[in-house]
């Protein structure tokens, strides 16, 4: 159930992109530098310049996250998305949480917005589709990281999960394709069964509508 902390969360997602993405950009267009505290100056400047973003123009935007448009809230979770496969070397196993958020998110932005059963049906299915499309593609590039070098993945999933066995080749192309369907599958099943449960177990209140549990 959503409570003040996993609200907190979802601000620090949205508020955290632009400098975060100004970070890595201060921090790889520096790369190629000899000094590495002007590398980290760089990227801090970055970092810096993304929260001034923030503050200055994007504020009015993320002061209510309900109310956030469409293309918005697909920019962040498109973002966060290539975050968490890159922090977790390509494995996209990960990017099964984000689809639990984004129920649970549209859920609330669902119950806000007063839908029909008929419409919030619609929006927390074409939800799950979304989530699904974007773990998709997530899934494109984690298997083109892994089948480019097979023995190099093999080596790194091994000592990844800590196998007691020695993971071929085939291995990996088997789990490429046949890991790949399951966990398509289950992030779609995750993120409607998330959204259906938020809908059961929470209680609309128009004054502070993220915050409000069935007690």
Known sequence: MINRLEMILYKIFFWGMVPTIFFLAGWWSSIGLQDKQEIFSIALAGLGFGILIDVL?????????????????????????????????????????????????????????????DKMDKL?????????????????????????????TAINLQGMFQLGFTVTSIMVLGLVIFGGIFLLILQYILTLRFAKYELKHIAFDPQDPFYRPVS
Do not use: Q
Request: charged letters at 15%; aromatic letters at 14%.
């Open 124 to 152: 927390i299915h074409s939800t799950a589709r979304f989530t699904t499309i974007i773990l998709f593609g997530i899934c494109l590039i984690s298997a083109w990281i892994a089948l480019k070098d097979p023995l190099d």
């Open 57 to 117: 123009v994007l504020k009015p935007w993320l002061k209510s996250l309900e109310t956030l448009s469409n293309w918005i809230l697909i920019s962040v979770y498109v973002f966060y998305s290539i975050m968490v496969l890159g922090f977790f070397m390509g494995v996209p196993l990960f990017n099964l949480g984000l689809g639990i958020l984004a129920g649970r998110f549209m859920a609330r932005i669902g119950l806000y917005k007063k839908l029909p059963k």
